[in-house]
């Protein structure tokens, strides 16, 4: 089974500075797909960042970027220059080829940002 | 503008009634799911959908049903069986059903929190 693990339940950045938070996954499949979502107060879902397993590219979205180590099963997320509106719940997720398209999500980490 | 519509906002339940969470999608999407999230815990899937008139149950279906008649929708219940039916209920979509999706996102709604009076 997959399993994905966020071991940082909380984490504070000074506006302006950079965060890194932590996921690892564990899975068996050579090819997958490893997502971060945000969740702000509001709790809507939003889809901050992906990655394909086959590319050892690392994805970068504006200021978010991640550091994907494939041997490791680690997929770390970047936020650099924070935004007092960066501040919300962030789940790692993974999915396997072929699973019927089922995430799988770590229970995230809280960030706060602070002024 | 497309985009996954969940009601009610906010649902209370009474001891030994079901309710129905409604969720409609105008994406046209084939596959939906459905989530409850609690504190400190990540999204656990309760069912799934890839396509009409079919569907999988998730890693806790137990104390839930669904159904699928039409593509655009998805509603849950939450019937007398579920003990602690207390969370956020999120429900999801992505364009493609099956293994096909890749690296597709699933598409969220706003969610329905739902309480027992």
């Known amino acids: 089974a997959q399993t994905v693990t966020q071991s940082q339940p909380e984490m504070s950045v000074q506006e302006a500075e950079t965060v890194t938070l932590s996921c690892t996954y564990d899975t068996s499949e050579s090819d997958y797909y490893l997502f971060w979502y945000k969740q702000p107060p509001s709790r809507q879902m939003i889809l901050v960042i992906r990655?394909?397993?086959?590319?050892?590219q690392n994805a970068t979205e504006n200021r978010f970027s991640v550091n994907f180590q494939k041997a490791a099963k680690s997929f770390s997320l970047k936020i650099s220059d924070s935004q007092l509106g960066d501040a919300a719940m962030y789940f790692c997720?993974?999915?396997?080829?072929?699973?019927?398209?089922?995430?799988?999500f770590g229970k995230g980490t809280k960030l706060s940002v602070k002024p | 503008d497309g985009g996954i519509t969940q009601s009610p906002k906010y649902l209370f339940r009474k001891e030994g009634q079901n309710v129905t969470l409604s969720c409609e999608q105008n994406l046209n999407h084939d596959a939906m799911y459905w989530y409850r999230q609690d504190p400190g815990q990540g999204l656990r899937l309760i069912y799934y959908?890839?396509?009409?008139?079919?569907?999988q149950k998730g890693d806790i279906a137990e104390g839930y049903s669904v159904s699928r008649e039409k593509k655009e929708s998805f509603p849950l219940t939450v019937t007398s069986a579920q003990k602690n039916p207390t969370a956020f209920y999120l429900c999801?979509?992505?364009?493609?059903?099956?293994?096909?999706?890749?690296?597709?996102?699933?598409?969220f709604g706003d969610g329905t929190r739902l309480s027992i009076l």
């Open positions: 959908s890839q396509i009409v008139n079919d569907f």
């Open positions: 997720a993974a999915r396997v080829a072929g699973s019927q398209g089922n995430l799988i």
């Open positions: 990655q394909e397993a086959y590319k050892q």
């Open positions: 999801a979509s992505t364009p493609v059903g099956g293994g096909g999706q890749g690296n597709q996102p699933q598409h």
